[in-house]
C-alpha cells in the first residue's frame, strides 16, 4: 500500500474561482511511492472527523497573513489568503499534535514554523540588503541553481542529503534553487533550524527531539522542482513517505 499524503491546494480567486497545485509536488511524492491525495481548504470543523494521512506536505504558495505571528504588515506581504492559512495551521497543529510526518516547502516551511509558534521576516531584501538574492528571475527554468545551503551536521537533512550517516559527514552543503522573499526569523519552540543559506537566512527546521521523534522537516527552496534531476532531492522525498509508511 502507497502512503497516502495530504497535499492541500491553493484557492484560486482571482479569475473564475478554482484549486491549484503545482503538478511537480505530485509527481515527485508518485516518484516516491506515495499516494498524493489533494485536499482543498475547508473550515478546521470540517477537517476535524477526517481519518489521519499517512503524512502532510505543505506546498509553496503565498505569504502567511502577518497578524498570524503577532506581526504589523510592513506593507511588503504578497497573496494573503486569510481562509487558507487558518486552514493550513489548524490542518498543521493537528498534525504536529497527532504525530504525522510533515514535509513542508517554501511557504510550507514558513506555515509551519507560524503554526509551531514561531515568526517570520517579512521580507528579505528591504530588512537585509545585504542578503544575497532570494529570487530567481522569471526566464530562469525552475530548478535554477541560485545559492548553497549548510546543513547541520547529524540532523535529518544532512543524513537524506549525505546518504548516510550525516553525523560522521559533517555539515554537508549542497545547491538549491529559491523563490521566496520571505523567510523563518524566530524558530518555534520545538523545532530548530538545520540548514542555512551562506547569508544565515534560515533554509531548514525540523523537530527539536530525538531522533525517533515524528518525520518533520521544512525546506524552504524547491525540492519537487529539483527532484527530476537529483537523486539526493529524490531521497529526500523517499524519507518522507518511507516515514508516511510508518519507516523511522
Ligand atoms: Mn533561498
Same mark, same amino acid.
Do not use: K
Given at each position: 500500500?502507497?502512503? #497516502?499524503?495530504?497535499? %492541500?491546494?491553493? @484557492?484560486? =480567486?482571482?479569475?473564475?474561482?478554482?484549486?491549484?497545485?503545482?503538478? @511537480?509536488? &505530485?509527481?515527485?511524492?508518485?516518484? /516516491?511511492?506515495?499516494?498524493?491525495?489533494? &485536499?482543498?481548504?475547508?473550515?478546521? /470543523?470540517?477537517?476535524?472527523?477526517?481519518?489521519?494521512?499517512?503524512?502532510?506536505?505543505?506546498?509553496?504558495?503565498?505569504?502567511?497573513?502577518? @497578524?498570524?505571528?503577532?506581526?504589523?504588515?510592513? *506593507?511588503?506581504?504578497?497573496?494573503?489568503?486569510?481562509?487558507? +492559512?487558518?486552514?493550513?495551521?489548524?490542518?498543521?497543529?493537528?498534525?504536529?499534535?497527532?504525530?504525522?510526518?510533515?514535509? /513542508?516547502?517554501?511557504?510550507?516551511?514558513?506555515?509551519?514554523?507560524?503554526?509551531?509558534?514561531?515568526?517570520?521576516?517579512?521580507?528579505?531584501?528591504?530588512?537585509?540588503?545585504?542578503?544575497?538574492?532570494?529570487?530567481?528571475?522569471?526566464? $530562469?527554468?525552475?530548478?535554477?541553481?541560485?545559492?548553497?545551503? $549548510?546543513?547541520?551536521?547529524? @540532523?535529518?537533512?544532512?543524513?537524506?542529503?549525505?546518504?548516510?550517516?550525516?553525523?560522521?559527514?559533517? +555539515?554537508?552543503? &549542497?545547491?538549491?534553487?529559491? $523563490?521566496?522573499?520571505?523567510? !523563518?526569523?524566530?524558530? /518555534?519552540?520545538?523545532?530548530? %533550524? #538545520?540548514?542555512?543559506?551562506?547569508? *544565515?537566512? !534560515?533554509?531548514?527546521?525540523? #523537530?527539536?527531539?530525538?531522533?525517533?521523534?515524528?518525520?518533520? &522537516?521544512?525546506?524552504?527552496?524547491?525540492?519537487?522542482?529539483?527532484? %527530476?534531476?537529483?537523486?539526493?532531492?529524490?531521497?529526500?522525498? =523517499?524519507?518522507? !513517505?518511507?516515514?508516511?509508511?510508518?519507516?523511522?
Amino acid at each position: 500500500m502507497r502512503p #497516502t499524503i495530504h497535499i %492541500p491546494v491553493t @484557492s484560486d =480567486r482571482r479569475r473564475r474561482p478554482e484549486f491549484r497545485l503545482r503538478a @511537480s509536488y &505530485v509527481r515527485a511524492v508518485l516518484g /516516491a511511492g506515495g499516494a498524493p491525495l489533494l &485536499v482543498p481548504p475547508i473550515p478546521p /470543523a470540517d477537517a476535524a472527523g477526517q481519518p489521519r494521512p499517512g503524512g502532510l506536505l505543505l506546498p509553496g504558495g503565498g505569504d502567511v497573513a502577518p @497578524s498570524r505571528y503577532g506581526a504589523e504588515d510592513s *506593507g511588503a506581504v504578497r497573496l494573503v489568503d486569510p481562509e487558507r +492559512d487558518e486552514w493550513e495551521i489548524a490542518l498543521t497543529r493537528r498534525a504536529l499534535e497527532e504525530g504525522w510526518p510533515i514535509l /513542508a516547502i517554501c511557504r510550507g516551511i514558513q506555515l509551519l514554523n507560524v503554526a509551531a509558534g514561531g515568526t517570520l521576516i517579512q521580507d528579505i531584501p528591504t530588512e537585509f540588503p545585504d542578503a544575497l538574492c532570494h529570487a530567481t528571475p522569471p526566464d $530562469r527554468p525552475l530548478h535554477h541553481d541560485a545559492h548553497g545551503v $549548510r546543513l547541520l551536521a547529524g @540532523s535529518r537533512l544532512a543524513c537524506i542529503y549525505g546518504a548516510g550517516d550525516g553525523a560522521a559527514l559533517g +555539515d554537508a552543503s &549542497v545547491r538549491v534553487n529559491s $523563490r521566496h522573499h520571505q523567510a !523563518v526569523r524566530d524558530v /518555534a519552540p520545538g523545532l530548530r %533550524p #538545520t540548514a542555512w543559506a551562506p547569508d *544565515g537566512i !534560515v533554509e531548514g527546521l525540523e #523537530t527539536d527531539g530525538p531522533s525517533e521523534s515524528p518525520f518533520v &522537516v521544512g525546506v524552504q527552496w524547491h525540492p519537487e522542482d529539483l527532484a %527530476p534531476r537529483d537523486g539526493a532531492t529524490r531521497a529526500l522525498f =523517499r524519507a518522507f !513517505v518511507a516515514a508516511a509508511g510508518g519507516a523511522r
